[in-house]
């Protein structure tokens, strides 16, 4: 199989789940493994962290961010943030990332905010929609690394009925077109089910046109 970044063609999804699109294996050991070497270099400079929800609660999900915009929240809510707490600039979205957004996204823009979750031991993520962003014609392109997670997805109203599908290291997904605000969550992820982080865990990769 040719690499993503070889193609001139956008790459067609293995699966097409409720609108949102899944290419599968898209990335390999070696391209997760140099991915993995650039969350390290964005980790550095802005090191993960735990935050609040606006309600007062921890969230179970270690996070950071690459960009222009980092996402943030705290009691005053979820919302987009130039810098970091102590005032840093984020560090600058990695290559990779950025191949990977041209590779599948669709979109004529760059993405100016990369989210990086860390889900360890019983993190999981609520359903929600990704709507803190000005423009929704541009989709929200995620990236699975390390442990699989098991990816929910509901509608973009709230409630009714909820499919899942195993997302493992490699898989790329787009929230775009119709299903850009459907809601989606992680219910779990499976311990030990990758080799890829030393003392495993998953690390999800979300880019986005936040501006
Ligand atoms: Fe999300």
Same mark, same amino acid.
């Given at each position: 199989m040719r690499k993503f970044h070889e193609?001139?063609?956008?790459?067609?999804?293995?699966?097409?789940?409720?609108?949102?699109? @899944?290419?599968?294996? @898209?990335?390999?050991?070696?391209?997760?493994?140099? #991915?993995?070497?650039?969350?390290?270099?964005?980790?550095?400079?802005?090191?993960?962290?735990?935050?609040?929800?606006?309600?007062?609660?921890?969230?179970?999900?270690?996070?950071?961010?690459?960009?222009?915009?980092? $996402? !943030?929240? %705290?009691?005053?809510?979820?919302?987009?943030?130039?810098?970091?707490?102590?005032?840093?600039? $984020?560090?600058?979205?990695? @290559?990779?990332? @950025? +191949?990977? $957004?041209?590779?599948?996204? *669709?979109?004529?823009?760059?993405?100016?905010?990369?989210?990086?979750?860390?889900? $360890? =031991?019983?993190?999981?993520?609520? &359903?929600?929609?990704? /709507?803190?962003?000005? %423009?929704?014609?541009?989709?929200?392109?995620?990236?699975?690394?390390?442990? %699989?997670?098991?990816?929910? &997805?509901?509608?973009?109203?709230?409630?009714? /009925?909820? =499919?899942?599908?195993?997302?493992?290291?490699? %898989? !790329?997904?787009?929230?775009?077109?119709?299903?850009? #605000?459907?809601?989606?969550?992680?219910?779990?992820?499976?311990?030990?089910?990758?080799?890829? #982080? +030393?003392? *495993?865990?998953? #690390?999800?990769?979300? &880019?986005? !046109?936040?501006?």
């Amino acid at each position: 199989m040719r690499k993503f970044h070889e193609q001139r063609v956008t790459p067609a999804p293995t699966m097409v789940l409720r609108g949102v699109q @899944l290419f599968q294996g @898209l990335l390999d050991r070696a391209q997760q493994e140099h #991915l993995l070497e650039e969350i390290r270099g964005v980790v550095s400079h802005a090191p993960m962290r735990t935050l609040m929800t606006p309600q007062g609660r921890p969230m179970s999900v270690k996070m950071t961010s690459a960009g222009d915009f980092g $996402w !943030v929240s %705290d009691a005053a809510g979820y919302r987009y943030e130039a810098t970091q707490k102590n005032g840093a600039t $984020w560090p600058p979205i990695p @290559l990779t990332m @950025l +191949n990977v $957004w041209n590779s599948v996204s *669709g979109s004529d823009r760059q993405p100016d905010s990369c989210l990086i979750n860390l889900y $360890w =031991e019983a993190a999981k993520m609520g &359903l929600h929609q990704d /709507k803190d962003e000005a %423009d929704f014609r541009h989709p929200v392109v995620s990236i699975s690394l390390g442990d %699989d997670g098991l990816f929910r &997805l509901g509608s973009t109203t709230k409630g009714g /009925k909820t =499919e899942s599908i195993w997302l493992t290291s490699g %898989d !790329v997904v787009v929230m775009g077109g119709d299903a850009r #605000l459907i809601y989606h969550g992680i219910d779990k992820t499976r311990k030990g089910s990758s080799r890829l #982080l +030393n003392g *495993g865990g998953r #690390l999800n990769v979300t &880019l986005r !046109v936040v501006r």
